[in-house]
C-alpha cells in the first residue's frame, strides 16, 4: 500500500466581504478568516487609509521585522511608530466580531459600510466607498501594473 503524506499549509486569506460596523463600533469578521486569525488578533493602521488584521503570530513577525529598521532613518523611526503604536489586541465576541477603537476609525475613514479583504497573510478593513474608488483606480492600471512587475521578476 502506497504511503499517505499529509502536508501543512499555511492559511492564505482572500476574497472580498461587504459588512457592516454597528452603533457600538463592532464589526464582524467572515468566519472563513476568523478560523485562520484565531481566539485573538491584532488590528492596526494600514497603509492606503485602511486597517490591517494580523494574526498574532503573523504579528510576531511582522513586529520582529520593524523592530529590526534602524532608528537613525526619519521614514524609519516615523512607520515604526504608526505601525506599532495604532495597534491594539482584539478578541471576537460569540458573533464574531471586534471591536475597533474610535482613533483606527477615524484613520480608516471607516463609516457604516466596509469591505474586508483577505491579503495573503493580513486581513485588510476598508470604507466601501475608499475601497470602491481605490479598486477601480487599480484596476484600470492592471496592465501597465503586471508589466512593471514582471520587470522585477514577479
Known amino acids: 500500500m502506497g504511503k499517505t503524506i499529509k502536508t501543512v499549509q ?22 472563513k478568516f476568523r478560523k ?12 492606503d487609509t485602511c486597517l490591517a488584521i ?8 511582522s ?4 523592530q ?14 504608526l505601525r506599532l503604536s495604532g495597534a491594539t489586541n482584539v478578541d471576537f465576541d460569540k458573533l464574531g466580531r471586534i471591536l475597533i477603537p474610535d ?16 491579503l495573503g497573510n493580513r486581513v485588510e478593513v476598508w470604507d466601501k466607498k475608499i475601497w ?11 496592465g501597465s501594473m503586471a508589466e512593471r512587475l514582471e520587470e522585477l521578476g514577479v
Open 10 to 31: 499555511n492559511s492564505m486569506f482572500i476574497g472580498e466581504y461587504t459588512y457592516s460596523i454597528d452603533e457600538k463600533r463592532r464589526m464582524a469578521v467572515p468566519a
Open 36 to 47: 485562520d486569525l484565531g481566539k485573538e488578533a491584532v488590528v492596526t493602521r494600514g497603509i
Open 54 to 61: 494580523y494574526a498574532l503570530s503573523e504579528w510576531q513577525k
Open 63 to 66: 513586529g520582529e521585522k520593524l
Open 68 to 81: 529590526n529598521l534602524s532608528e537613525a532613518r526619519e521614514e524609519a523611526r516615523s512607520y515604526v511608530r
Open 103 to 118: 482613533y483606527l476609525i477615524k484613520y480608516a475613514q471607516l463609516k457604516k459600510n466596509v469591505v474586508i479583504i483577505g
Open 132 to 142: 470602491e474608488t481605490y479598486k477601480a483606480k487599480a484596476e484600470n492600471q492592471v
